[in-house]
């Protein structure tokens, strides 16, 4: 089917502004722009096929064809963007909105949506039960989607936003966002009940995630197992990176005390001459009787003593520094070493629980696989 207003033979129900992004078929992990800027994205309705579609055209290029399906989830991902997957389409697409109210308008109409498909599939589901023929035609109109009826007078239907000169900026703020929110606070599915009254919908339940969304759901959940586990990595080789440092100053450290140790030792090597020569002139001056010059060497003697302990002090003082400075180090490197090892132990928690939703997803698939090769066989 070709995308465009012009070959969907019906009027869009819904039509609204947004930054179109795909994900990076390669990494899976960064957004692609898609258009160079806001663009028409309308919900229609093909009577014909009985299928709603998400579509945006720029110039003549579709930049969003997407069948919606029962299954499919939007997602919020910050204040301005949201994203959902297509698995027949295989890629995930984003939108980025000028306000939050526009990414409102557009979760509510996607589950009025969803919530229609679903109806749909109850009734035929419900017909199949009451013994009519195994390949039942879902019941629409034959021009119009069933979501029309429920839409407002177009007097009755807000204004729609302007868009603002500064969407391209906020809409680069969001992309990057909403790729970092994803490890830190996670995803927030968000959901709304209908706006107008909906088609009437059968007691029997929705059918089944077709194979080709369980698929696309396993996927998603693999994506985000390798963000999680890429961040924690990324954070163990940041404290990796402080400890290192730490080290290196502690070495800095160590250098310098030992120099001032061999300091100290060449001071007291000194001293120890002078005193020796200060012996041998007074043994001289008790013989010749030169008070002069035992004076002159009692004073030198004394300026010497009066060094070395200003020496001593000032070695004292910083090798005290440096104590002082080495317990705050090895105590901010305690305290980042257990942050380091909150954070990983956070970061494996979520993994695990992924996982765990995960092994129940893969469950619940074989559960339901095994229902419906008992409900072909009888």
């Keep these: 089917m070709t995308a465009g207003k012009e070959t969907m033979g019906e009027q869009p129900i819904f039509t609204c502004k947004a930054h179109v992004f795909h994900i990076d078929p390669k990494t899976k992990r960064s957004w692609m722009s898609a258009s160079s800027a806001a663009v028409s994205v309308s919900f229609f309705y093909d009577s014909s096929r009985n299928l709603y579609r998400i579509i945006s055209v720029e110039g003549t290029k579709a930049v969003i064809n997407s069948t919606i399906t029962a299954n499919m989830t939007f997602t919020k991902t910050s204040q301005k963007f949201g994203q959902w997957s297509d698995v027949r389409a295989n890629t995930v697409y984003g939108l980025g909105f000028a306000s939050e109210a526009e990414l409102g308008k557009f979760i509510e109409k996607f589950q009025e949506v969803k919530e229609a498909i679903q ?5 035929v589901a419900g017909k199949g039960v009451n013994g009519n023929s195994g390949a039942a035609t879902p019941v629409a109109s034959a021009t119009a989607s069933p ?3 429920a839409r407002p007078a177009p007097d009755d239907q807000p204004p729609a936003v302007p868009n603002k000169p500064e969407t391209d900026e906020m809409v680069v703020h969001q992309r990057a966002h909403s790729v970092s929110s994803t490890i830190q606070g ?26 080709e969304t369980a698929e696309q759901q396993l996927r998603y959940e693999n994506d ?37 140790t061999a300091n100290v030792d ?16 007074r043994h001289y ?40 400075e080495q317990d705050a180090e ?3 490197a305690q305290s980042q070493l257990e942050l380091a090892i909150a954070a990983q132990e956070g970061q494996r928690q979520v993994v695990q629980a992924l996982a765990d939703q995960l092994a129940r997803q893969l469950e ?15």
């Design 285 to 324: 001056a008790g013989k010749a009787g030169d008070a002069n010059e035992v004076e002159q060497l009692r004073q030198r003697v004394a300026q010497l003593e009066a060094e070395l302990a200003q020496k001593n002090e000032e070695l004292a003082q910083i090798t005290k520094s440096k104590k002082i």
């Design 330 to 332: 090895a105590k901010l």
């Design 119 to 123: 109806a749909q599939q109850c009734g």
């Design 224 to 260: 985000r197992l390798k963000l999680a586990l890429a961040q924690s990595s990324a954070n163990a080789k940041k404290w990796e990176v402080e400890l290192a440092t730490l080290k290196s100053n502690n070495l800095r450290l160590t250098a310098a005390l030992q120099e001032s």
């Design 364 to 378: 619940d698939l074989a559960t339901i696989h095994r229902e419906l090769n008992t409900a072909l066989q009888t």
């Design 147 to 149: 979501l029309l009826a």
């Design 186 to 211: 996670g995803y927030a599915t968000v959901g709304r009940a209908p706006r107008g009254p909906l088609p009437p919908a059968a007691p029997p339940a929705p059918e089944p995630p077709a194979p």
């Design 266 to 281: 060449e001071w007291k090597r000194q001293l120890h001459q002078y005193r020796e020569e200060v012996a041998r002139a």
